[in-house]
Nanobody, 127 residues
Framework: VQLQASGGGLVQAGASLRLSCAVS????????MGWFRQAPGKEREFVAG????????????LFADSVKGRFTISKDNAKNTVYLQMNMLKPEDTAVYYC?????????????????WGQGTQVTVSS
């Protein structure tokens, strides 16, 4: 299983970015998918996740409190790609963003549940 993240960049506060994670070697129905981020000097933290199921409803997506209302996560099964739409970006969103595939079907927030990781894409938000 390989994950290829893209879409990062340098933007001003208030702008939007969409990150993409192309997955090869496994369909998205086999695992929950997550986005994490890591800022310099900080631990990697959960940002958003989407379950393996295509059924919408409670628990199908999960967001960190710091991004609720600003970020959305979605997936395109035909393209085997997961997206993270980031709106109203803030300087504190600056980090390297990683997509990951979980060993579980439901979304969890622990890095220990995610067994496959992409290479990361840098997001920098200037004030």
């Amino acid at each position: 299983v390989q994950l290829q993240a893209s879409g990062g960049g340098l933007v001003q506060a208030g702008a939007s970015l969409r990150l993409s994670c192309a997955v090869s070697g496994r369909t998205l129905s086999w695992s929950a998918m997550g986005w994490f981020r890591q800022a310099p000097g900080k631990e990697r933290e959960f940002v958003a996740g989407i379950s393996a199921s295509d059924e919408p409803g409670p628990g199908s997506t999960l967001f960190a409190d710091s991004v609720k209302g600003r970020f959305t996560i979605s997936k395109d099964n035909a393209k085997n790609t997961v997206y993270l739409q980031m709106n109203m970006l803030k300087p504190e969103d600056t980090a390297v963003y990683y997509c990951s595939a979980s060993s579980r079907l439901v979304v969890t927030t622990s890095t220990r549940d995610y067994t496959r990781w992409g290479q990361g894409t840098q997001v920098t938000v200037s004030s």
